[in-house]
């Protein structure tokens, strides 16, 4: 399923396994908009967000580099990022693994898209 | 199964100019495409370990010959730190498997120790042996863990205030501590009652990352958001902290070597950092490829390794000739 469309209609699980897929993430990350300092940007309404648009986060060089460039999060993006992150920013300071399973990143990537996610 | 590769070595050696110590040799390892290298593990033997995050695989380089092996470590590992235990052993923290991964140092035989089959995602960091070779371990979803590896079982206990736990050391008494990266904290595991005791850097909202102990058992930290290296002396539970050089430094690793040298990345400078406790002076070694992000550092005597995960290389500075 194409990744636009995943987000009109997302998969059968999809709820639930977004927020598991999101779950290692909440080391560093919240989508809940109150919550700031951690170590890792806020993610609430990341989609259609300027790259390193979390005005109160300081971000790696290359981040900075993409916003500047007036880069945007979408889906596609996202979903692209999330297969292997330091691929698409070279130099990234978060690290991890990327997702090989396309309908897993289309899952997390739902559940980032969908403003009811905490 | 082992994959091995005879790598270019990389030789590239760097003679770098510093005011103190005189002058240091730089060597950079070459890693397999997408190894993405987080953590390393230089072993008795002369070889270096280092966890391959970006493949899930540890790996183990020969220095002397450039040669490096792979170990898979199974369906989706994501391994972050690796030490080497009591037992020879590299023992991995391995967040994507959930689970503590032995391997054998002869055989490259895994053995996976896998969390309560009720545990959520923890998001394993690092780990340490105790003083009773028990391995503790962290994770950054508000975990610490023990592993007792004469009985083999897991268990983990939640971490006061919640996510965090990010690096851990032992001190020379046995004792164990972790930072809290999210938690803006270090902890005393007290290992008989299994809790783990807060005690609070002076600097509000540091971002306490990682930590290591000198050979006075005085705790060395690197603070990521304040860009400093914090020492806190738990006999007279005293702090003293020094901001790094530079603008806005971001202090990563730290590691403290057997003079008692403090090791730092600083993402900010792109660079191996070195500070003086004695003279109280750093000295900086920027690498020669942009995006390095040494993440974790390790060492023995004369050298200190780090992973190099932007740029798919292991880099060793040499600290004392070769005999």
Redesign the interface.
């Known amino acids: 399923m194409p990744v636009l469309a995943a987000l009109a209609a997302p998969p059968a699980g999809a709820e639930l396994d977004g927020a ?1 897929l999101f ?2 993430c ?3 990350h919240s989508l809940d908009p109150a919550e700031r ?3 890792g940007p806020n993610l609430a309404g990341l989609i259609g967000r300027k790259i390193a648009g979390d005005a109160d986060f ?1 971000y ?3 981040l900075r580099k993409a916003g500047d460039e007036g880069l945007h999060w979408d889906a596609q993006r996202l979903h692209g990022f999330l297969a292997d992150p ?1 691929e698409m920013f ?4 978060m ?4 997702l090989e399973d396309a309908a897993e990143r289309e899952a997390l990537v739902h559940f980032l898209a969908d403003p009811a996610s905490r | 199964m082992v994959r091995a590769a005879l790598l270019l070595v990389v030789l590239l050696p760097f003679l770098i100019a510093t005011a103190e110590p005189a002058a240091s040799e730089v060597r950079y390892y070459v890693l397999p495409e997408g190894t ?1 290298p ?1 953590d390393v593990a230089p072993a008795p033997d002369g070889k270096v370990w280092y966890t391959g ?4 695989v540890l790996g183990r380089l020969d220095p002397a010959t450039g040669a490096v092996e792979e170990v898979p470590l199974g369906e989706g590992s ?1 391994p972050h730190g690796v030490i080497i235990g009591p037992d020879g052993a590299a023992w991995v923290t391995d ?2 498997q959930n689970a503590i991964v032995r391997v054998d140092p002869g055989s490259f035989k895994v053995r996976v120790f896998p969390l309560p089959k009720d545990a ?2 923890a ?1 394993l960091n690092t780990a340490a042996f105790d003083g009773a070779g028990v391995l503790w371990f962290t994770g ?3 975990i610490f863990g023990r592993l007792d590896p004469k009985e083999g079982s897991v268990e983990i206990f939640p971490a006061p205030r919640g ?2 736990p990010y690096g851990i050391t032992a001190r020379p008494n046995g004792e164990v501590w972790y930072a809290s ?2 938690g803006n904290h270090i902890a005393r595991i007290d290992s008989q009652k299994r809790t783990a005791e807060i005690v609070e850097p002076p600097t509000p ?1 540091q ?1 306490a990352r990682r930590i290591w102990s000198d050979s006075k058992g005085r705790l060395w930290v690197s603070e ?1 958001n304040a860009g400093q290296i914090a020492r806190y002396d738990p006999a007279d539970r005293g702090w003293k902290s020094w901001r790094l050089p530079g603008d ?1 430094p ?1 202090a990563y690793a730290v590691y403290v070597d057997d003079k008692d040298k403090v090791w730092l990345t600083d ?1 900010s400078a792109n660079a191996i950092v070195r500070f003086d406790p004695v003279t109280q002076q750093f000295n900086s070694f920027p690498s020669d490829k ?2 390095a ?1 040494v ?1 974790q550092m390790d060492g023995r005597t004369g050298e200190v390794w780090g992973g190099e ?2 740029t798919n290389r292991l880099v060793v500075i040499q600290t004392v000739a070769p005999a």
């Not at chain 1, 070279?90 to 300071?93: A, R």
């Not at chain 2, 995050?53 to 899930?56: A, L, M, T």
């Open positions: 598991r779950a290692p909440r080391a560093c300092g951690l170590p300081d790696s060089p290359v330091a070279p130099g990234l300071w690290s991890m693994r990327g | 993405g987080h995050q970006g493949k899930g994501a967040g994507g959520p995602p998001n950054q979803n508000g996510r965090g990266l999210a909202e971002g990521w806005s971001r993402f942009a995006g992000n993440r995960s932007g």
